[in-house]
């Protein structure tokens, strides 16, 4: 396990949670994600948020556009797939 103070922080986004800083990385290792310890601006919580979850803020000098996954849907719905995913339970032979 390792634990990696970032300076500076990295703004970031995560999903469902919103816009803050990433000042943290943890790295459990090769069987985990990477964990983002970020402080929310809005609410000033701190969330430990897995690497799937989290996305860069967009940044118009370094040529970054607002990330696809943050674009809000017809419904504002800003995460997951646009359709739900049917399960489907196959038995073995």
């Given at each position: 396990?390792s634990?990696?103070?970032l300076?500076?922080?990295?703004?970031?986004?995560?999903?469902d949670?919103?816009?803050g800083?990433?000042?943290?990385?943890?790295?459990y290792?090769?069987?985990?994600?990477?964990?983002?310890?970020?402080a929310?601006n809005?609410?000033?919580?701190?969330?430990c948020?897995?690497?799937p979850?989290?996305?860069?803020?967009?940044?118009w000098?370094?040529?970054?556009?607002?990330p696809?996954?943050?674009t809000?849907?017809?419904?504002?719905?800003c995460?997951?797939?646009a359709?739900?995913l049917k399960v489907?339970?196959?038995?073995?032979?």
């Amino acid at each position: 396990m390792s634990f990696q103070q970032l300076e500076p922080p990295l703004p970031v986004h995560v999903l469902d949670k919103g816009s803050g800083y990433a000042f943290a990385v943890i790295d459990y290792g090769q069987e985990h994600n990477l964990i983002w310890v970020t402080a929310i601006n809005d609410t000033g919580e701190i969330w430990c948020a897995p690497n799937p979850r989290v996305r860069l803020q967009a940044n118009w000098t370094m040529g970054r556009a607002k990330p696809p996954a943050l674009t809000p849907r017809d419904n504002g719905d800003c995460s997951g797939s646009a359709e739900p995913l049917k399960v489907q339970t196959v038995k073995p032979n």
